[in-house]
């Protein structure tokens, strides 16, 4: 039975039917009733395990093919007319001739298969910044995720009417191939085709593709930023929250951040974290001029391994309803799951996340690891102990901050503060980490990741730093959020890092919050704006890190940053005479700043 009559739907419903030829078609509605029946239909496959339901209620648990654990970069391509406008950052393929072998892949994969139509909506129903997509899949486990990822069904639709602003998904599944997996955006259709995957990074399509990669195009051409960003809000002991955006790169405590347990010297005194979104933001502005940020997503896409119950607490608690474990490990004696860092407690008799059963002595996977280090869980976010009350607010959250951080040894102080709103972008477009693991190459290795978007970016990046630096034009320099640059990973001449982190960060976000209400005065520096150490409050934590210590760690050394701008210099190389003039200008400053 349709749920529509937008023709637009319809037709390019139709048209993917006739290539793929499902048997049947089944369309999502959201009703609990038809979640159940496919829980049920996935379970009887095998597709699905179903978990303790005592210990983890409508918990289940999944395992991919042992080829198809992570998102595939290097054959995630942006489909533009022209190679520069994808840019130097983004693998290319031209429409017409990537549309031509996506279908020849995808023909007929669908005979003996139910074609699954979910029509979600990224953000809350209805909202004014919300977007719409509909996707199609072969797979159950990609609808019971997307379910858990988005607001789903009927509603949808209703509020889609009769336009044609929706982005096209179609997820075939062939036969998780990876010499032919592809994961493809098409900007200007407001398309995306997914073949021979079934790992949600590359199959949940309303995630990184749609939610960045499309996003930020549509952002570009419709006045707006799609960011890779969490949402956070800090509110303090007089019940006043403000509310900060930040991004990023990956092993850099993006989701721990996101959900922030104040330390015990602030939660007495009446301090609250509240999580808003920990990975994705759209922002627009709003009718007072200001800023405002939804989270389009309804549920978190969390890496399982390293999250326990100190590191952690509030994800955790995220998972205990409701969730899909995917690639973890299942304690067979209790029908639960465990992965790496959960605690110390492996279990003895276990299915490794390949499936094969170990005998507690040795596990067989390749990095003798029980869960695979890329293992997720897909949890609803209304789990999430400290989850917003704005959080499904469709007007979005009022941003006071931008926050960029990265992990730097010895460059970047612990906090910094731009100049300004182009200075800020500036920061952002420098953004790096140095590798931390062998496994990836050298240690120490600084790798550029502007705005953490770099393998999410959906045309070509200098433009998107151009759309940024345009954006701000139109803004109020009293109502714009002001930007600052972080790093909780300075480490001392031993290689021990010198600042304590998570719930502590907070320290470093009530110093934000009082610079963007003038309330607190900056050291002028080379860089941008260094907080007086005193002006960070060290109570509870002056045993760990001394007022000397925090000056180091505030410390801007010259010669380090002349070296990184060899750096900059290199990577804005790429971009040619596309990178913004403004940009250049802010080097330049930097430069002369240096001298």
Not at 309 to 329: C, D, H, M, W, Y
Request: proline share 5%.
């Amino acid at each position: 039975m349709k749920l529509t009559t937008n023709k637009t739907v319809l037709d390019w419903i139709q048209k993917q039917v006739e290539l793929v030829k499902p048997d049947n078609i089944v369309w999502i509605d959201g009703s609990k009733e038809q979640v159940e029946e496919l829980r049920a239909e996935a379970v009887s496959t095998g597709e699905l395990i179903k978990l303790d339901q005592e210990a983890l209620p409508e918990c289940y648990y999944h395992r991919t093919a042992v080829n198809d654990v992570a998102r595939v970069e290097a054959r995630t391509l942006i489909c533009t007319p022209t190679k520069e406008e994808a840019g130097p950052t983004n693998n290319w393929m031209e429409p017409n001739e990537c549309y031509k072998m996506l279908y020849d892949i995808a023909r007929d994969s669908y005979k003996g298969r139910t074609m699954y139509v979910i029509p979600y909506s990224m953000g809350p129903i209805g909202s004014p910044l919300a977007k719409i997509g509909i996707e199609l899949t072969d797979s159950i486990y990609v609808v019971l995720n997307m379910v858990i990822m988005t607001r789903t069904g009927k509603a949808v639709l209703d509020v889609l009417g009769d336009s044609n602003d929706w982005v096209r998904g179609l997820h075939c599944k062939c036969q998780i191939d990876e010499e032919n997996r592809y994961i493809c955006h098409f900007p200007q259709d407001n398309t995306i085709i997914s073949v021979n995957s079934g790992y949600g990074g590359n199959v949940l399509l309303g995630k990184k593709c749609f939610a960045l990669r499309i996003a930020s195009y549509q952002g570009r051409n419709e006045g707006w930023l799609a960011e890779h960003m969490l949402i956070l809000g800090v509110e303090n002991p007089q019940g006043e929250v403000k509310y900060i955006c930040a991004a990023f790169p990956s092993a850099c405590g993006k989701t721990n951040l996101a959900m922030l347990v104040p330390p015990e010297y602030y939660s007495k005194k009446g301090y609250k974290v509240w999580t808003v979104g920990d990975d994705i933001a759209w922002i627009k502005k709003g009718p007072d001029g200001r800023l405002y940020a939804i989270n389009p997503e309804n549920g978190f896409f969390g890496v399982a391994p390293g999250t326990n119950e100190k590191s952690n607490p509030n994800a955790l608690a995220s998972t205990r309803q409701g969730t899909i474990f995917t690639n973890v490990a299942r304690n067979l004696d209790t029908n639960n799951v465990w992965w790496e860092d959960l605690d110390k407690n492996p279990p003895v008799k276990a299915e490794e996340w390949t499936g094969i059963r170990t005998n507690g002595v040795e596990w067989t996977a390749a990095g003798k690891k029980l869960a695979h280090p890329n293992s997720r869980f897909t949890a609803p976010a209304v789990n999430c102990p400290c989850i917003s009350s704005e959080f499904e607010n469709g007007a979005g959250v009022p941003i006071s901050a931008f926050v960029f951080g990265g992990r730097r040894a010895k460059l970047a102080p612990l906090v910094y503060q731009a100049r300004d709103w182009n200075n800020g972008v500036f920061v952002g477009s420098i953004m790096a980490s140095e590798t931390t693991a062998a496994a990836a190459g050298a240690v120490g290795v600084v790798r550029r990741d502007p705005m953490a978007m770099l393998p999410f970016c959906g045309y070509n990046m200098a433009d998107y730093w151009q759309h940024w630096i345009d954006f701000g034009e139109d803004l109020d320099p009293e109502k714009a959020p002001k930007f600052f640059n972080v790093n909780w990973f300075r480490k001392d001449e031993n290689g021990k890092f010198m600042w304590p982190g998570f719930g502590d960060n907070l320290r470093v976000l009530e110093w934000i919050i009082k610079r963007c209400e003038d309330k607190v005065d900056a050291k002028d520096t080379a860089i941008g704006y260094i907080p007086f150490a005193e002006d960070i409050n060290l109570d509870g934590i002056e045993d760990e890190v001394s007022l000397e210590t925090l000056e180091s760690i505030l410390d801007v050394d010259k010669e380090l940053w002349k070296e990184d701008v060899a750096g900059i210099e290199e990577f804005y190389g790429k971009f040619g005479d596309r990178l913004p003039a403004a940009l250049v200008a802010e080097l330049n400053d930097l430069k002369k700043n240096l001298e």
